[in-house]
Structure formats: structure tokens, C-alpha cells
């Protein structure tokens, strides 16, 4: 049965895709387990939820702020090169908290190590997100987006269950090791790949600011690209920043246990991947409005939160909020690579990730404060209902519903012109 899907022509035949898949699935599963083990050291160190927040925030804000050089030199590097150095830059960061006393740790020591962590997610991603055009022929390009999708949830699921058996069992300096042994096995997958040649060589006119400043344009001539990553951005700062400095703080409180916080981000992460798959199997007229739709449900963890009677209610709701990133799962990265030219995607890309989390830095150091000024069940209410509040707006813009432009590919010709 599964022979059809390894032969001449099908998706893993091609030996690049495969090592990609691989390689990716080790690096999700490192990178879920290792806020895990993160949020579990500083708690057990005395730290506070704005403690936590500040620590969590700062990988989020450097892999901002250095997201438009990620994606400059994913356009301008073999984007193989890119993620190797990305993997191996993690493993050495996460080996260092392995040396670290954690009877007399620095808060400032583990947030330095954060950063350095989100200078790699910087460039990382643009790179993961522009290389599966060299790997695969157009029309291999939705299922290999929905496949590698699909693979990456499970791996998210796999890695707060990773972490919390480890940390459980063997301890959070184990949960390290584990972290940097499956980014070394990642990067070494991807020596493998080739991806031919540049898709942009870099001519002697070319400079950097321009590169950046092409990029934006792109993201502004597609108007609906544009509209979904400033929702994604303020619902990232106001609802899901909140939401992940709470769920270790409540949890950990109400319960006494961090395998709360663990199995509450591995069923949300199931959530996910089970909607996916629906979403694959689906015939989707208008993508754009069932993403926005969906995404709808995330509501229901800041909602479990604000109530958390048991842990069961809990498990329930994070497994049902999980299916609000499904359909972004399925459609988003397949309709950008469509839409943008080649040797754009690159910036499009790191754009994408810089707009999407640009302010959800802000949202977790301010979560503390925020609960101190409006009260935690009262500030968990109304995010939720921002949540709604924007989805509602976005769909109002052309083009959004449907995850598609009226207007002709992207040139810088015909930008000027329109």
C-alpha cells in the first residue's frame, strides 16, 4: 500500500524531500521540548510568571528583530546551508544549560541563552519555509507542504510529551541533552539534500537594505499576505502571548504538577494535526475564510484558563482549541509559494515570521503586569474576544477569503506601475 507513495515520480521518491522531513520532524521535536524544560527550570528556581515571560519573550524578540537578515541570506545562501548552521547553532546553545547549576541560577544567564536560541530561529525559518520549491516540482508542492505540516504537528505533539517524560523521570539537564542530540542528528540529515542552484544570485548592484525594502513591497503588493500576518501579529502579542506565560503559571498552581502544562501543548498539538488532515481531505473553495474561521477556536484556551476546574476540562479544551491551526497548516505555506515568485520567498517568509510574532514578545513580558491591573480571569476573558473581534475584521479584506490576488506575479516593474 505504501509502495505507490515511494515510486518514480511520487513525493518521497524524491531523496531530498525525505532527508528535509526527517530533519525538520528531529528540529520540531527538539524545539517543543526545550520551552518545556525552559519554563520547568525557572519556575522550580523561584522565578515568577513575569520572570517567565521576559525569559520567553526574548528568543521570540531577537528572531524579530534579525528575521528581514534570515531572510536576505535565505535568498542569497544555498538555503541547505542555512539550516544546517541554524540546527548546529542550536545544539550548542542548548548544551550550555546543560553546565548550568540549578541551585544557583542566573535568570540573565538563561536569557541570554534564549537569545542566542532565536537568532538561529531568525534565520532558520525563512530558509525552511523557501527550500521545499528546489526539492519538489510544482504541482508536489501542496502535498508536500500538507505532509511535512502534518509531520511537524505530530512532532510538536511528540515534544512536550518528550520533554515532560524526561523531565519527570530523568530530570530538565536531560531534557537538554536530548534537545541538542536531535539538532545534531537534524543537521547532519541535511548534508544530503540538494537543492541546485541559487535561485538568486547576488549581483554586484545589490544591497542589502534594498533586498529588505524588496521584500516589504512583495508583502504589500499581496494585499491579503499582508492582512494575515498583522492579524496573526496582534492576536499573537494580545492572546496566544498571554496564553502561553499563563498556562505553566495556572497549571503548575492549581495542580502541583508541570505534566499539566506538557499534555495540555501535546493534545493542542494533536488538535492540530487532526485538522490538517480533515482540511487535506476536504475540497476548499475559499481557504482563506475557513482558516480564519476555524482559527476562531483558539478561544477556547484562554477560556479553560480563566476557569480551570480540573485538569480533565483542561486536556479537552487545548485538544479542541488545537484544531484552530489546522487549516493554516494545510493551506498557508502551499499558497505563498504559489503566489510569490521564487526568489522572493526567502524574505516573504522571514517577513512572515517577523510580522506573526513581531509583538507577541511584548504581550509575554506584559502578562504579568496585565494580570496585576485587570485580574487573571478578567484579562484571560478578553483576549478571548479580541481574538474574535479581529478574525471578523480581516475577512473583510479582498482576497483574504480565498488566499489569492486578482493582480499579476509580483515584478518590480509592475509594482512600481500599480
Known amino acids: ?63 524579530v528583530l534579525l528575521a528581514p537578515v534570515g531572510g536576505v541570506w535565505a535568498d542569497r545562501l544555498p538555503r541547505k546551508t542555512i539550516l544546517i548552521l541554524a540546527d548546529g547553532f542550536r545544539a550548542i546553545m542548548g548544551s550550555i544549560v546543560i553546565f ?69 523521570s530523568l530530570g530538565t539537564h536531560a ?42 513591497r512583495v508583502v504589500w503588493y499581496y494585499k491579503w499576505i499582508a492582512a494575515m500576518i498583522l492579524m496573526a501579529s496582534f492576536q499573537l502579542m494580545m492572546v496566544v502571548g498571554v496564553e502561553n506565560v499563563l498556562l505553566p503559571v495556572i497549571t503548575k498552581r492549581d495542580f502541583g504538577t508541570a505534566s499539566v502544562f506538557a499534555t495540555s501543548a501535546a493534545l493542542f498539538s494533536a488538535g492540530g494535526a487532526i485538522s490538517a488532515v ?11 475564510l475557513v482558516s480564519v474561521v476555524v482559527w476562531g477556536l483558539f478561544i477556547l484556551a484562554p477560556l479553560v484558563l480563566a476557569f480551570p476546574s480540573s485538569k480533565e476540562l483542561i486536556f479537552l479544551a487545548y485538544f479542541a482549541a488545537g484544531f484552530s491551526v489546522g487549516p493554516w497548516e494545510a493551506f498557508w505555506s502551499t499558497q505563498v509559494q504559489r503566489e510569490v515568485p521564487a526568489e522572493y ?6 517577513i512572515d515570521y517577523m510580522g506573526s510574532l513581531g509583538l507577541m514578545p511584548l504581550g509575554m513580558a506584559l502578562a ?29 479584506v479582498p482576497g483574504v477569503k480565498e488566499m489569492k490576488s486578482s493582480r499579476p506575479p509580483y515584478s518590480p516593474r509592475g509594482a512600481i506601475s500599480s
Open 1 to 63: 500500500m505504501l509502495k505507490k507513495y515511494f515510486e518514480p515520480g511520487a513525493l518521497f521518491s524524491y531523496s531530498a524531500y525525505r532527508n528535509l522531513l526527517l530533519s525538520s520532524i528531529l528540529t520540531v521535536i527538539a524545539m517543543s521540548a526545550f520551552p518545556i524544560a525552559l519554563a520547568v527550570t525557572v519556575l522550580d528556581a523561584g522565578g515568577s510568571a513575569s520572570t517567565l515571560g521576559l525569559i520567553l519573550a526574548a528568543r521570540v524578540l531577537s528572531g
Open 100 to 168: 548550568i547549576n540549578p541551585e544557583n541560577i542566573s535568570m540573565w544567564i538563561l536569557g541570554a541563552i534564549v537569545v542566542l536560541m532565536g537568532v538561529s530561529d531568525a534565520f532558520g525559518g525563512p530558509a525552511a519555509g523557501a527550500i521545499i520549491p528546489s526539492i519538489l516540482p510544482d504541482h508536489l508542492l501542496p502535498a508536500g507542504n500538507v505532509v511535512r505540516g502534518i509531520a511537524l504537528k505530530g512532532s510538536t505533539i511528540a515534544g512536550p510529551g518528550v520533554a515532560g517524560i524526561i523531565v519527570v
Open 175 to 216: 531534557t537538554y541533552i536530548a534537545t541538542s542530540i536531535f539538532f545534531l542528528l537534524g543537521a547532519v540529515l541535511l548534508l544530503r539534500i540538494d537543492e541546485g542552484p541559487r535561485v538568486a544570485p547576488v549581483g554586484k548592484e545589490s544591497r542589502f537594505i534594498h533586498e529588505v525594502r524588496e521584500g516589504l
Open 278 to 288: 480533515i482540511c487535506i481531505k476536504a475540497k476548499v473553495k475559499n481557504p482563506g
Open 345 to 350: 520567498q526567502g524574505r516573504v517568509f522571514s
Open 368 to 396: 504579568g503586569p496585565m494580570v496585576i491591573v485587570f485580574g487573571e480571569r478578567e484579562l484571560l476573558i478578553g483576549v478571548a474576544v479580541f481574538h474574535l473581534f479581529i478574525c471578523a475584521v480581516v475577512l473583510l
